[in-house]
C-alpha cells in the first residue's frame, strides 16, 4: 500500500489558543504528512461540549483554530480540513459502537477517572464515552495512522478494540488505527517557569501562544527561568536552560545556537544576551503566523467556503464507511 493511501486522522481541539508547543509537537507533523498521506484533520467541538461552552465562545474558538492551523502551514486544498460537527455520519456511528463499549472499560479510562475528580458535579455521559466518539471520529474515514500524544494513546486502544468487536461481530470493515508520529520529530517544549510542559491554560505568562504580540514574547521570554550559570566545561544543561537551546534551535539561524551552545560550554554565556536574541527570533518567527491568522480570522467568507469544502470531502468518506456499516448490521431496510 502505497502512502498516498494511508489514511492520516486527527483532531484539533477546538478550546484555548494554539501555543509554540502545539505548533512544534503536533501541527508542523500535519504540515509534512499532508505531503506523504491522505489527511483528515478536523476541529473537534462536539468533543468540547462536555463542558458546557457559551455558543458565541465556541464559534469563536472554531474559526480560531481554523485560522491559526491554516496561517501555520495547514493546505485546505492539500487536507481535508472539516468541523467534526459539519458530519451527521459520525454521530450516527459513534451510536453504532456505543452499543460495542461496556461502561466497566469506559469508567476505567484515566482521563475519566481524572476528570470525574475535578469536576464531581458534571460527569456526563458525554464524559464517560468520549473514547467512542474519538473512535468514531477515526473509523468514519478507515483511519489508520493517528498522531497522538503520549496522554491519547489508551485512547487510540480502545479505538482498535471497538474496530475489532466489530470485525468479529459483522465482518471486516474497519482497519485497526495505529499511533504515527515521525520518530526523528518528537519536540517537547517546556513551559518557561521550567514546571512542566507548555500548557493552553496553565500557567500562560510562561507559555508562548502563536497570537501573542511581538511585546508580550519579548517580555515572556526575559522573564524565562535561568540559573547563574555553568561553573565547569561541557557542564551537564538543566531542563530549564535546556528548553531554551531547543527553542533557539528551532527559531534561530544554526550559527546563533553554535555561539551561544560555545559560550555555554566555556563558561561565558550570558543568559541575558541569549534571551534577547531569542526573543528577536521568536518574534521573527511568530508575528508573520498571528498576522495571517487574525486576516484569515476576520475573512468569515473564506473560512465558510473552507468549512464546506472540508464538509463535503469529509462527508463523502464518511457516507460510505456508514453505507458499509449499515449493511454488515443489517439496518438496510430497502
Known sequence: MGKENEIVVSGIRSTGILHLGNY??????????????????????????????????????????????????????KVTLYVQSDIPEIAELYLMLNMLAYKGELEKVPTFKDKVRQNPDNVNAGLLTYPVLMSADILIHRGLKVPVGKDQEQHLEMSRNFAQRFNNRYGYLFPEPVPFNYGDNLIRIMSLDGNGKMSKSENQNA???????????????????????????NSEKPDYIENLFTMMGLVSTPDTLQHFSDAFNGCTIRYGDMKKQLAEDMVAFISPIREKAEAIEHDEAYLHRIMRQGAEKARESAAQTLKEARRLMGINFY
Not at 29 to 45: G, H, L, S, T, W
Not at 58 to 71: D, F, P, S
Not at 218 to 224: D, G, L, N, V
Open 24 to 77: 512544534f509537537g503536533a501541527i508542523r507533523n500535519y504540515i509534512r504528512m499532508q505531503e506523504e498521506y491522505k489527511c483528515y484533520f478536523f476541529v473537534a467541538d462536539w468533543h468540547s461540549l462536555t463542558t458546557h461552552p457559551e455558543p458565541q465562545a465556541l464559534r469563536g474558538n472554531v474559526y480560531r483554530v481554523l485560522a491559526e492551523n491554516i496561517a501555520s502551514g495547514l493546505d485546505p486544498e
Open 207 to 233: 507559555t508562548i501562544y502563536l497570537n501573542d504580540t511581538d511585546d508580550a514574547i519579548r517580555s515572556k521570554i526575559k522573564k524565562a527561568k535561568t540559573d547563574s550559570g555553568p561553573q565547569t566545561p
